[in-house]
């Protein structure tokens, strides 16, 4: 019963700014560390950034840091990824994730393009 719903990509020019969010249902989402992911064509999928279950310490690629941040609402169930100077390297499905009873869960993804 988890899902976990991502929103909020589309195509930005260099050096702008996006904000992705990912709504989650089905576990006590307070509970449980979050994660964004993601997957450019023809690569693996990577991490990008990590936030613990209250929201206290956070971790991401040295390719975003200093650049993205990485929040949550635990009231509204939702984790954020807040992207800023965003270059076209950025480009990708950006994915929402947990891991939940020992299980790694995934939301559908949202595409990101930056482009001139």
């Known amino acids: 019963q988890v899902h976990l719903v991502e929103s909020g990509g589309g195509l930005v020019q260099p050096g702008g700014s996006l904000r992705l969010s990912c709504a989650a249902s089905g576990f006590t989402f307070s509970r449980y560390f979050m994660s964004w992911y993601r997957q450019a064509p023809g690569k693996e999928r990577d991490l990008v950034a990590a936030?613990?279950?209250?929201?206290?310490?956070?971790n991401y690629a040295d390719s975003v840091k200093g650049r993205f941040t990485i929040s949550r609402d635990n009231a509204k169930n939702t984790v954020y990824l807040q992207m800023n100077s965003l270059k076209p390297e950025d480009a990708a499905v950006y994915y929402c994730s947990t891991l939940y009873s020992s299980v790694r869960y995934w939301g559908q993804g949202t595409q990101v393009t930056v482009s001139s």
């Open positions: 936030i613990t279950s209250a929201g206290g310490t956070t």
